[in-house]
């Protein structure tokens, strides 16, 4: 089934907001869910909205929760999340950075007590829409075990970043130091396929294919031994300076539903002015995609592409043609609906 963005848009505000939300912060939830299933990224768009909702239900987030300054020295914050939602209270952080960037030409802030918050690039994004660039980390629930090690200490532990263009697209570097993103192994056990060998263990250390069990288990790292120091760098910045959870004391989305998350999150914003002069970086950068683009290609390749460029295509073809939403995603939402009482909008007929 495929929904015009808007209309998708509206629902997943008008969801959030009779979940509790305020009208402004509704939008900014929506718009976080509807952007990921728009850029192809659906394990964290609107695939999340009903664990997001439930948790809110139960108490287990609050849904109008101010987002607090506990330090702040120069262009460093250290905030609290107070336990409001993940993906608001990151947006607010990044709209608090943008001027301190621009003041002292590098901003940063951690987060704690927060929650899971959808793609970490997304924050970068807006970043780099208003011309900077940003780096993000955040710690996740434990689902990945160190190199050498079987129980599940870190979380998938992304990074992120972005960096403004001339080309119409930004550089969008999003990827977690896993072997594979969580969320896959989630939407294929929601769907009872296998997975590939080599992406997690079972809860015996075996290595399975199964994503059932995988999910008991744990996911494996990326590149073995590197992509485990790439987690720690992650769960030090994330957890450990921002005074949130560290790896197993952070509560699972999906398991614990008796207890908070209290994820954190790493944001350090760069404003090009404050190293060169913002016309010299863009033509600085689009020269290197050119380049990296005129490269030799292997057999079968008919393009080079740059990080953020496929999902920018995406993006346009699901603003012309719709973004699809799954049958079981769809049958959370209904059921939003009718407790909420919102009508909720029937697919349109497109032509691809």
């Known amino acids: 089934m495929r929904f015009p963005k808007d209309q998708l848009l509206a629902l997943a505000a008008q ?49 109008r929760a101010e987002l607090h300054i506990d330090r702040r020295r120069g262009g460093v914050l250290s905030l609290d999340a107070a336990n409001g939602i993940g993906q ?24 704690r007590n927060s929650q899971h918050f959808g793609a970490v ?19 996740c629930e434990p689902a990945m075990s160190p190199t050498g090690g079987w129980d599940a200490f870190f979380g998938t532990n992304p990074i992120a970043a972005s960096f403004p263009t001339g080309k119409g697209f930004p550089v969008k570097i999003d990827l977690s130091t896993s072997a594979i993103a969580r969320g896959n192994i989630i939407a294929a056990a929601k769907k009872n396929e296998p997975i590939p060998l080599g992406w997690a263990l079972d809860p015996n250390g075996n290595p399975t294919t199964d994503a059932q069990q995988a999910l008991l288990g744990t996911v494996l790292t990326m590149a073995g031994h590197k992509g485990y120091a790439l987690a720690l760098m992650v769960e030090l910045l994330s957890g450990v300076l921002s005074g949130s959870a560290i790896g197993p004391d952070i509560g699972s989305m999906y398991k614990n539903l008796d207890r908070k998350q209290d994820v954190g999150h790493f944001f350090c914003v760069l404003d090009i002015e404050a190293f060169m002069d913002r016309a ?24 080079i592409l740059v990080p953020g460029e496929r999902s920018t295509r995406t993006a346009e ?3 012309r043609f719709g973004i699809s939403v799954g049958a079981e995603t769809w049958k959370e939402i209904e059921s939003w609906c009718a407790k909420f009482n919102v009508a909720p909008p029937a697919p349109e007929e497109v032509s691809q």
Do not use: W
């Not at 900014?28 to 192809?40: K, N, P, R």
């Not at 690039?121 to 710690?139: D, E, K, P, V």
């Open 88 to 111: 608001v209270q990151a947006v607010k952080a990044v709209d608090m950075l943008v001027p301190l960037a621009r003041e002292h030409g590098i901003a940063a802030a951690t987060i």
């Open 317 to 319: 073809h699901n603003e």
């Open 15 to 63: 969801l959030a907001q009779a979940a509790g939300m305020s009208a402004a912060d509704a939008r900014i939830f929506a718009d976080s869910l509807v952007d990921a299933d728009l850029h192809g990224v659906s394990t964290h768009g609107l695939s999340r909205l009903n664990i997001y909702l439930k948790r809110i239900e139960l108490g287990l987030i609050d849904p």
């Open 280 to 303: 010299e970086f863009l033509s600085r950068i689009d020269e290197t995609i050119d380049r990296l683009k005129a490269g030799r290609r292997i057999a079968g390749i008919n393009e």
């Open 121 to 139: 690039s997304y924050y970068c994004n807006r970043a780099a829409a208003q011309g900077f660039i940003m780096l993000a980390t955040t710690n």
